[in-house]
Nanobody, 126 residues
Framework: QVRVVESGGGLVQAGGSLRLACTVS????????MAWFRQTPGKEREAVSF????????TATMSVKGRFTISRDNAKNTLYLQMNSLKSEDTAMYYCAARLRNYCSGSFSPRAYNYWGQGTQVTVSS
């Protein structure tokens, strides 16, 4: 059974850091592309970054380039999002998503992902 569970969110001051984790079961994190998305109330879900099967990553949002880094630990079967220099506009619910098995190319579209976690809230106070 496929499970995707995010953790690591919380309340942080502007300029601080958080590391989100996405622990998966039922599949290996390197057998499909995975991504982080975020969403605020009333807005569409926005891609943050994705990582391909080969481990290459792409940042979707210019506003987080140089501040957020996606990575994974194959041994722990976990995807991460390291977030530094956080800003109030980074406040959102953050979601981990995975494509179907062997779909190795990343995508910025939420429709490309079949498995989602429940989300973890990140709140940045200014």
């Amino acid at each position: 059974q496929v499970r995707v569970v995010e953790s690591g969110g919380g309340l942080v001051q502007a300029g601080g850091s958080l590391r989100l984790a996405c622990t998966v079961s039922g599949f290996a994190v390197d057998e499909r592309a995975m991504a982080w998305f975020r969403q605020t109330p009333g807005k569409e879900r926005e891609a943050v970054s994705f990582i391909t099967c080969s481990g290459s990553s792409t940042t979707a949002t210019m506003s987080v380039k140089g501040r957020f880094t996606i990575s994974r630990d194959n041994a722990k079967n976990t995807l991460y999002l390291q977030m530094n220099s956080l800003k109030s506009e980074d406040t959102a619910m953050y979601y981990c998503a995975a494509r179907l098995r062997n779909y190795c190319s990343g995508s910025f579209s939420p429709r490309a992902y079949n498995y989602w976690g429940q989300g973890t809230q990140v709140t940045v106070s200014s």
